[in-house]
């Protein structure tokens, strides 16, 4: 076993700034990470974490699915509700919502007919979503319990790591993960994803997380405006596999080159916005991809990635069946993902980057969501 999953839980509690216990514009707060008993899952003990920085903002995040059920930044008016759509409870979690807040994997989105060939075999997927496969399958990473480590540092940081099992979900290779969620200063919530494996597979990962940046799921999102710096994007068929194609987005519903509200042309998309965007940045550097507004809290988010992907998704299948935790309906369009992966169906399509891992090799990528106040 290598040290990071012989690793045990540590709580750590960092005290590094705290100067004035009066809340004011410039008061500071505790930066720590706590820890709470939230069940127990296949056995294992599952936890809450709470990650707070210096300035206040609070992410909660579970080692259930990994899951983040919840952020707070304030609004321009100081008001403190959560920009992440979630649950209280783990029991709603085990109800199965579309993947909220989740760490998304073995392949984030879909493989086309559950199936692919790698070095001549081929593999089948569980078909979770008609005959495709979405999500890493029946039981992909959002649905197991991780093992979590907290990092003694001044920034409170979480590390999740999770052995997927050579042939799990049916997927070759034991494939090690580790992922690490990082509230920084700044109030960005910086994602690391690592993995290794044993056996040449397919890997995608990404985390699902649910925004709506008015805090309020009374609200749609077709009022926020949104920035995607991509040129092209993957059209889909009918079952939102893409058809191979890269467009371009210039003179179509899909261009966001220039901010939109996403309810300026989301009637001439058929469902609503469901479809992987294709990046300008192409280094696989850390660069700033999307900018998410909404003017009435003032609240902005930014996302940056090495990814070479985004899946903008508008909520439409979100259908009220779920109630967010201040017991409102989570209805259609109340929330979006902004889901930084490879394409969906890569392991079918060779034109796409590949997103097979060798043996010997290192899966790393990074992403940050940044929530920049405009006041
Ligand atoms: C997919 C949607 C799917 C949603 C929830 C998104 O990443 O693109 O089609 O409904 O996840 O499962």
């Excluded at 649950?87 to 989740?102: C, E, N, R, V």
């Excluded at 044993?198 to 999102?221: C, R, W």
């Excluded at 070479?308 to 259908?319: A, K, V």
Aim: aromatic share 10%; hydrophobic share 30%; charged share 20%.
């Amino acid at each position: 076993m290598t040290k990071w999953f012989s690793a045990g839980l540590i709580i750590v509690a960092i005290a590094f700034i705290s100067c004035n216990s009066t809340q004011n514009e410039n008061s500071t707060t505790m930066a720590a990470i706590t820890k709470k008993d939230w069940g127990e899952v296949d056995g294992k003990q599952v936890y809450l974490y709470t990650l707070t920085n210096k300035n206040g903002d609070v992410v909660t995040i579970s080692n259930y699915g990994g899951t983040v059920t919840f952020w707070t930044s304030p609004d321009k008016s100081g008001n403190k509700s959560s920009i992440i759509i979630g649950f209280d409870s783990l029991s709603t979690y085990l109800q199965k919502p579309p993947y909220f807040g989740a760490l998304v994997g073995r392949y984030g989105n879909r493989i086309g007919d559950a199936k692919f060939t790698l070095d001549g075999k081929e593999y089948k997927l569980a078909a979770n979503n008609g005959k495709n496969a979405l999500h890493g399958g029946l039981k992909g990473f959002d649905k197991v319990v991780w093992n979590a480590t907290t990092v003694s540092d001044t920034i409170p940081s979480l590390t999740l790591t999770y052995l997927s099992k050579d042939g799990e979900e049916g997927y070759p290779g034991n494939l090690k993960v580790i992922v690490q969620y990082t509230l920084t200063e700044d109030n960005e919530l910086k994602i690391e994803y690592n993995a290794t494996t044993d056996k040449a597979t397919p890997v995608n990962l990404t985390n699902h997380s649910y925004f709506n940046l008015t805090g309020d799921v009374n609200n749609t999102i077709l009022n926020h405006s949104l920035m995607i710096d991509a040129d092209n994007y993957t059209p889909v068929d009918t079952s939102l596999i893409p058809t191979g194609e890269i467009k371009p987005v210039k003179g179509t519903p899909f261009d966001f080159t220039t901010a939109k509200p996403i309810g300026r042309d989301i009637d001439s998309v058929p469902g609503g916005y469901d479809h992987n965007w294709v990046l300008n940045s192409k280094d696989g550097s850390l660069q700033k991809v999307a900018v998410l507004s909404d003017s009435v809290s003032g609240r902005s988010l930014e996302v940056y990635t090495t990814e070479p992907g985004l899946q903008f998704y508008t909520g439409n299948f979100l259908d009220g069946k779920f109630i967010n935790r201040d017991g409102k309906a989570i209805n259609l369009h109340t929330a979006l993902c902004m889901e930084t992966q490879h394409f969906p169906d890569s392991p079918n399509k060779p034109n796409f980057p590949s997103t097979i891992l060798q043996p010997g090799q290192q899966y790393h990528t990074e992403t940050i969501y940044k929530v920049v106040l405009n006041k």
